[in-house]
Structure formats: C-alpha cells, structure tokens
C-alpha cells in the first residue's frame, strides 16, 4: 500500500544538534553499498548469504484469530462475515501468488528498517491513526519498545545527560539509562500523568538553583501518555496540547512511549482514539514507540518508531550492527496475517473489540472486586481509562501507629503482609524516580522501602483470571484492616 | 537435559576489572524481584503481563528438514530410520505431553537468558562439542552474532579503548564500535588467521612507540578463527594454543566470533572439529558468540554466548533492558524442532551432514570454475578449509601499467569492469582496518578505493547457483585479461 501524506504540510526540521555522540557518529554500512549494483544480469559474488535452499524450514502456519477478509469494514453488515473460527495463516518456502511473503524471503539477512512489507503495513496503520504534522516522517521497525528506547536513547542521550521524566514511571527505562551514564529528572505527575505546567515551570527556571548551574538544561522528555505505568494515568487531548507546546517551546525531543495506547477503554464514549503526541507533531521532535506486544503479543519481539526521517535512519544503522531486523519468523507470521489476512481494517477491528474490550472487562472486574471488599477509608485509586494498572493509594494515615513509626516501616509491614497472606501487588517505590541509595539492591523489595512518598502499590489487572482477581481483593481487604487494626 | 562438568575444573577467574563504565553499572530489574514470591497459592497482580488466552495465536506450526528421532545415533543402522520427508513442528496454545513448548510460554515476556528450554539445547550443544576447561560457564541466548557483538563489546569497552582485531576483518564488528567511541588495532594475519607472533610482539612491546604512549594496552582481543571473514583462513591447533597462550600472559578478553563454525569442509580428514578457543579457555576469558544464522537460517535471529557467569548476567541484564530476549516464534519453532523433533545427535548429525557438505560442493564448484576461467598468472588465493569466502588476491605486478599509476588506480579500474561485465565482487579494502580519511563515505564502493594494499577482492560461494558461479568465473576471467592487456 501507498501512505498518503498531505502535500502542504512542512518538512521535518533539522534535529542534527540533538544528536549523541553515538548518534551522530552512525554510519551506512560499507556492504550496504553494495545493493544498488544488483540489477540486469549481475551476479553477485558480493555479500555472504546463505542460500535459501539451505534452510531446514520448508514452510511456516499458524492458526490465528479470524478477523475477517481484508477488505470488510466495520459497519453492521460486513462484520457477520467476520468468521467465528480460527483460520490458517501460512507462509511458504517459495514465493506464490496470493501471499505476502515467503520462507526464503523473511528467513534471510533483510534491511535494518524491518522487512518491507510488515514496514508498510505499520506505517500505513500509522498514517491512519495518528496523521503526523509534517510531511516526511518515516517508520523503522524494532524488536519491541525496549529495544525501540534503548535505541532512541543512545540516538539523543550522551553520558552525563540527564532526560525529564514522569515521577512515578517505567523501571526498566531508568535501567536502561542508567548504564549509559544518563540521568533522569522526575516532573510532577496529577490525574492526567505529567503536568504540562509543572514541565514549563522547571524548564522556564532551568539553572536558577545551585544543582542545577552544574547541568546543562534538559533535552529530551520520556513519557507514556496512555494509561501510564504504574499509574495508569492518561493525558486528556488538552494535557497533550499543553506538553506539545511546552516541548515546542523549549525545543525538546519527545520519546513517547506508548505500548497502551490500543488499550483505551472508553473509545466511544471519549469519540473516537486519543490523539498521540505524534499526531500533534510538526517538526520531527516526536519519537513514538509502537509494539505488538500488548496488541498481539509480547514474545513477537516486533515493534515500530515513527519519527523524522534522519532518526529513522540512524536507527536503521544501529539496528544493522546489533538485531539487524526482528526475527523472520515473527515477521512472516504478522505480514502474513496483519495484510493477507486482517487487513488494516481487520486490525483496527481487532483493536477495538477485543484488545480493548478484554482490557475494559479486566478493569472492570478488578475494580468491582475492590469496591466489594476493600475498605474505601484505606486505600482508594482513581479509575483507568486506559492500560493494565491500577495505583492503588494507602491511606497511611488511618493507621494507628502513623506518625510513630516511618510511613516506610508502615509500608512495609503491609507488603509482608499481603505475601503472607498470598496476594502480591507491586511497592510502588520500585517506580520511584527519587535518587535511591547507592548500595540498595534495586531487586531486592524487602530491605529497601526508604522512599517515605511511596504510599502506594500497583494492581494489575492484566493477568489474573476473574476468579483469581476477585479472591485476590478478599485477600487483600482483609490484609489491610488486619494491618490497621490497632 | 543437565549438562555434566567435570568437578575437578577450576571456577572462572575474577574479570571484574575488565568491566566497562556500561558493563560495571548494569544492575538487577528490580521487577524481576517480585518472581521469588510466586509459590505456592500465591495469587500475582504484580508483573503486567498479557493474559494469554488474549493471544491471537492458537497454534504454530512448520514443516521442516527430518532428522530422524530424536534418540538416533551415528552409525550406520540407526540413520536408515531418517525419514526423507519433511516432518512437521507443531507447537500448541496451551502445554502438552509431549511437547516441549506451548505458546503460552513461547509468547509471553520471559528471562533475559532466553526460553530455559532451548538455553538448556544451546548449553548441551557447547558441552558436547566445546568443553569448556573451567567449571562455572554458562550460556545466555541473543538475537544473533551482531547482537551478541554488540552486548559483549558494551560489557567490556569504554570510550576511548581500543580492540585488537584482525587486520582485515568483519566491517559491522568496527562500525559497532565506531559510534561508541572504542576504537581498533589491526593485529597482522597471515595463512591461518591473526598471527600469534604478531599479536605477543604487539603487546610485549606495548608503549615503546609515541603514538602507543597515551593509549592504555588493550585488554580485549576480538577475532573470527574458523573461515575468516573476509580472508576464509582457519586457525590451525597451533595457532589457537599459542593465541590463547598470549591472552594468559597478557591477561585478555577473548572475544571469539564463530558464525562459521560448522561450515568446515574437513571434519573427516582433520580427526573431528576444530577446537574452539573457548575449549581451551581455563579462566573464563573467551566470549564465545555462536549462531544459528548460517547453521539454520539468518531470519531466526537467535545465537548463544558461552562465557563466565559474571559475564552471563551482565548480559543477561542487559537483555533485560534492550532485547528482552529472542523472538518467541523463533524460539518456539527452534525448541520444538531442535529438542523434541532432531535432538542433540541429529542437530550434529545435520551440521555434519548437510551444513558442513553444502558449504564444501560449493567451495569446491566456485574453486574449480576459477581454476577453468582464471588465468594464476593474474589472480590467486588460499584454498579455504571453512566458511563462505575465496579471499583473490589481484596480481598487480602483472599489470602493464603497474607502477606507473597507483595501486588503487588499477584496482578500482578493474573493480568498474567487473561491474561493466556483470561480475561483483566485494573490494577488499572494505574489509581493511586501517584508518580510513574522515570525509569518506564508507556505502561508496567507487570513489573510495584509498588503500594501496588492498589487492584482494572477496567472493562468496554461499549463495549464488552453480550455474551462476561458474558463469561469474568466466566473466571475471575474462574481465581480468582484458584489463590487464596492454
């Protein structure tokens, strides 16, 4: 498929002084240069493939979710076309007519932007859901959101760099960071996830205080603006505008991380998607993280940024000298099923009533599960509109002994208490920003509960089955009015 | 399986110091944490894992090359019970007896060391075949040698270090580097890979010239022993004692990349495989990257490092952050084939019989076809004993105009008439580890032929047809006559 892109909109500025020293520093690789003299009757001697025939695979299936023909369409009529039985996506060894790919095609060394037809159908999908503001933006495929930031990462972040974040966020982006030599600066969070004014505050004083006449002024801002983790906060349109302004303002490269935003409840209600921060984007400032993971599933290792056209081929070249593309396999299967099968239709479909219903469903559960049997005096939570979490606030000062004891010593009192009573919820220090102690063991959740802020502790409703989610509140219900009994 | 390591071997030494600033500050997820309190009725809201039954996947399955069962031996009887048809792989939803893996399991976020059950495989297959001489090694899968590369040079290099490499050597192992700051040494190669002489004098010598004086000795020595890419030379035992007799001596880190590895011609006339490097390492000193992307297929993206256990969770960590862990398909196809389908005797059993043997008829079809097309007067090479490269070495001298114009001069020259006459072949200089003038665009073949000792053009016999080589020799023959004629 082609993606239409709108002829008037601008080009991406120049992001060239945003660069890392890595970043700056990639470079097309020599064997690269080879491709473009493979055409008329040339045979190549050239680059060290194997060939094909060697290949132990003689084709690939899977029997996946029906989602209907490529081309229906979500209205009444189409939909009862849509089978109830699962079909057969296949992949064969050879090329054939009627199929996307072949064995011999995705089961070979490949580009580093991802094989082009899966790449296709991302970007397509891209351009449906979130239309960025500007003309050349571009789409690289990934192995997932992971490897997209750590790759965005090292792309705009130098040792001694520091990047604003959300004050309760993703563990695993602070451990990404942290090995490079990059710092983090926690903003303020409220409902709506990071606060715009609290980023325009900081960013407008950058220097006044002493620590930070040390630091150059921060570049880059990490966020996930749909139902965050752990928070499972969502940015409403305007919060979004605001960070987008903030951003333009004080020109900052924006990693939107967000690997939830098909997981949004209330679709119809709110009319229709949030709109990303991609989707406000007219510069090139935004590198979006998209994945199969929470969509499809997390083992495809399949994800896709979509960013400026320079980013995307930086990435393509880092990604040639570490992953090179997404596994073969993963990639053959969703080709196969997302543009053989589903379509972009069928997968926009799939999107909205079964990811998100499942999701909605879950929710639901979890919270009317809560509501029967957690006592509202000690611990509450604001309702999801989006995600897996639920950030569950304890009330600390019901306690009897607060004030006496450290809220911390409280806190973990009460974790040791739910294990004992086998319902495990998250600490919600492990999503601290605050700098911790040098010899903590980040791993270790007992011996570390030194963050007295942390009154907090994330509920997934993800993963347990309905049974277990209900009998998991019983549990913990009891734990706390056991825990705050005098 | 369990692995059985003889208990009178020593444990690893301590290669703390050798860390990197990146390598030392890699630390634990605390998420991972949480997976100690899972036992017995413990009910878990804590990882946000997708339920599986969410998984649009229902069953996976691949036709692939038979092995025979997987209790089959080498000798002659029991290999008439090979099947000749394909069998089929399939891997359930849900767990099996039977089965090995389910996709459940495959599917699902899982341990940065990979699937436990296909680690387990890769770590049996190096028991078998590489013994390592210490006692603790262990093994952590990667999406591929490039990965793996990647992961093993952050771990043990820092801005400013320096690699000693084979003077000619793989051109993305250098453009890794590159953009983080590690720099190379090209240590002399001769007949059967880097010379050990060469290397002892280097280092016995460390800092008796200026340039060396502010540069630290390097500690990390990266090399390809087995059908070197490009030169195709194959170290012989000799060589590979008295290499890893340097690194004692000189106290190095190993980095040994393999890929070709099981595409050794002469497994019969040599009395077994080679010896790796890492079978002769006593200290856990030697990286080992290993791969299936030429013993299966590229697109698996799925290779194993071997290395002592400190390095194991390092990269394990690692993992965590970036990678998470190799494709599920991939990994559940690999499990279900390797494991339940072919076993440890029929995987070796099919490196021996059809790896090793594709490579060997088509080293030998693109041998003879030069030995018919190419006059020795002109061009020659070393006969390769492994991997996938004819290393020809252009007979300058020979030219009339030798001596009068430069080296380059007449190799770019008959560069353009291979391209001209429909041959290509990969400049040597690509390969070349010299420094190279910074304004020069690595992708461009043409323009860029600086290297006065580049005489030596790459060929691969891995992936054209017979036909196809045979024909490209008599092009390049005839390419060659014609440039070198008055």
Same mark, same amino acid.
């Given at each position: 498929m082609t993606v239409d892109i709108a002829p008037q909109l601008p080009l991406a500025k120049d992001f060239s002084s945003f660069l890392s020293l890595?970043? =700056? +520093?990639?470079?097309?690789?020599?064997?690269? /240069?080879l491709l473009r003299f493979m055409k008329d009757d040339m045979i190549s001697l050239g680059g060290g493939l194997p060939h094909?025939?060697?290949?132990?695979?003689?084709?690939?299936?899977?029997?996946?979710?029906?989602?209907?023909?490529?081309?229906?369409t979500v209205n009444g009529s189409s939909l009862k076309a849509v089978k109830a039985q699962p079909e057969t996506v296949s992949v064969p060894h050879y090329p054939q007519p009627g199929k996307t790919e072949s064995l011999t095609a995705t089961l070979q060394y490949g580009m580093g932007t991802g094989l082009p037809s899966l790449r296709e159908f991302c970007k397509g999908h891209v351009a449906r859901m979130h239309k960025p503001q500007y003309r050349d933006w571009d789409v690289v495929l990934s192995a997932g959101n992971t490897d997209g930031f750590a790759k965005a990462c090292s792309m705009v972040c130098s040792r001694g760099d520091k990047?604003?974040?959300?004050?309760?966020?993703?563990? =695993? +982006?602070?451990?990404m960071m942290e090995?490079? /030599?990059v710092g983090h600066i926690p903003v303020q969070m409220d409902g709506e996830g990071m606060s715009a004014v609290a980023l325009k505050d900081l960013l407008d004083n950058w220097g006044t205080n002493p620590e930070q006449a040390q630091q150059a002024k921060p570049r880059v801002v990490y966020l996930i603006p749909t139902g965050q983790n752990p928070t499972g906060t969502t940015m409403s349109i305007q919060r979004r505008k605001d960070i987008m302004q903030v951003a333009q303002e004080h020109d900052l490269i924006v990693i939107e991380d967000d690997p939830y935003y098909y997981l949004q409840f209330f679709v119809d209600q709110q009319g229709g998607w949030m709109p990303s921060l991609l989707s406000m984007d007219t510069d090139?400032?935004?590198?979006?993280?998209?994945?199969?993971?929470?969509?499809l599933a997390p083992g495809c290792r399949v994800g896709y940024m979509s960013m400026n056209p320079q980013f995307c081929q930086i990435v393509q070249y880092h990604n040639e000298v570490t992953t090179q593309q997404p596994s073969g396999f993963s990639q053959a299967i969703l080709a196969e099923m997302l543009i053989s099968h589903w379509g972009?239709?069928?997968?926009?479909?799939?999107l909205t009533e079964n990811v998100r219903m499942?999701?909605?469903?879950?929710s639901q559960h979890l919270q009317k599960s809560f509501k029967a049997h957690v006592s509202p005096l000690l611990a509450s939570y604001n309702e999801p509109s989006a995600g897996m979490f639920l950030w569950i606030k304890i009330h600390l000062e019901k306690h009897p002994r607060f004030g006496n004891v450290s809220d911390s010593a409280l806190m973990l009192e009460l974790f040791n208490k739910c294990i004992a009573n086998q319902v495990l919820l998250v600490p919600g220090w492990q999503f601290s920003c605050k700098s911790k102690p040098s010899d903590i063991d980040p791993a270790d959740l007992l011996n570390s509960w030194y963050d007295d802020d942390a009154r907090y502790l994330r509920a997934t409703f993800a993963y347990a089955t309905f049974e277990q989610m209900e009998e998991a509140m019983v549990r913990f219900g009891k734990t706390l009015e056991d825990a705050f009994a005098a």
């Open positions: 890595e970043g =700056a +520093a990639r470079k097309k690789s020599p064997l690269k /240069g094909p025939s060697t290949f132990p695979f003689y084709s690939l299936s899977a029997e996946v979710k029906a989602m209907g023909p490529a081309d229906a990047v604003l974040v959300e004050e309760w966020t993703y563990p =695993a +982006a602070l451990e090995p490079l /030599g090139g400032r935004v590198i979006r993280l998209d994945t199969f993971s929470k969509t972009q239709e069928g997968y926009k479909r799939y499942e999701y909605l469903n879950r």
